[in-house]
């Protein structure tokens, strides 16, 4: 009789652990969707890197460089001062790549890209709102002028147009999202803030 009882009491024990086991197995395969599930919500998190600000200052920033390029042409043939000239070449060879780059992101994110119609790098849209930004006027008149003339309104302009773009970087640091539009932003405040510097002591000089 004692070997029975302890025969049942093994095989009793058997069923207890048998039992166990299924429910642990059940409450992984539980938990296992609601893993996957928040796998894919961290991914749908990682691409939506951008936001409204980001888009916003892509697509302002767009045309206020166009203009400062357009400026920047200028100069060649209006004026024999080397600083300016200088300062004119690489203002137009940094902002350049920069709008070839904010184009790239805004067709990666869907957004509407700013049409240019070459005057004098306005693109027909209100950009009231946008600091820094010249008149058709005050393009025609800096294109009408040369030598010393030139040089001051040059120098004037650009400093009031690198201070709008100084702005508008500020905010995307403050508000945007997108690491390479923020990392953008800054460079823009940190070289703009040096050539306004230089551009004000030129003018102390003229």
């Known amino acids: 009789m004692t070997t029975k009882k302890a025969l049942a009491r093994l095989l009793a024990g058997t069923a ?10 059940s ?14 919500a961290s991914s ?22 166009r203009q400062a390029v357009a400026m920047a042409e200028l100069a060649a043939g209006r004026t024999e001062t080397p600083q300016v000239l200088d300062l004119a070449a690489r203002i137009g060879g940094a902002q350049e790549p920069e709008i070839t780059t904010m184009t790239a992101w805004l067709q990666e ?16 849209m209100d950009h009231s ?21 030139f040089d001051r309104m040059f120098l004037e ?15 995307e640091i403050e508000e945007g999202s997108d690491p390479e539009a923020l ?5 823009i405040v940190d070289a703009q803030q040096a050539e306004i510097s230089e551009m004000e002591s030129l003018l102390q000089g003229a």
């Open 16 to 25: 207890i652990t048998t039992f166990a086991l299924v429910g642990c197995a």
């Open 44 to 65: 749908a998190a990682a691409q939506g890197q951008f936001n409204d600000a980001d888009v916003a200052f892509a697509q302002g920033m767009i045309p206020h460089h």
């Open 129 to 149: 709102g946008m600091g820094g930004m010249m008149t058709p006027e005050q393009m025609s008149a800096l294109q009408q002028a040369s030598g010393a003339e």
């Open 109 to 124: 994110w869907g957004a509407e890209v700013p049409a240019e119609n070459g005057m004098g790098g306005m693109d027909g």
């Open 27 to 40: 409450g992984n395969d539980t938990s296992a969707p609601g893993a996957a599930s928040g796998g894919s």
């Open 183 to 187: 990392a953008l932003a800054q460079e």
């Open 157 to 171: 302009m650009m400093v009031e147009h690198h201070r709008g773009a100084v702005e508008m970087a500020q905010t």
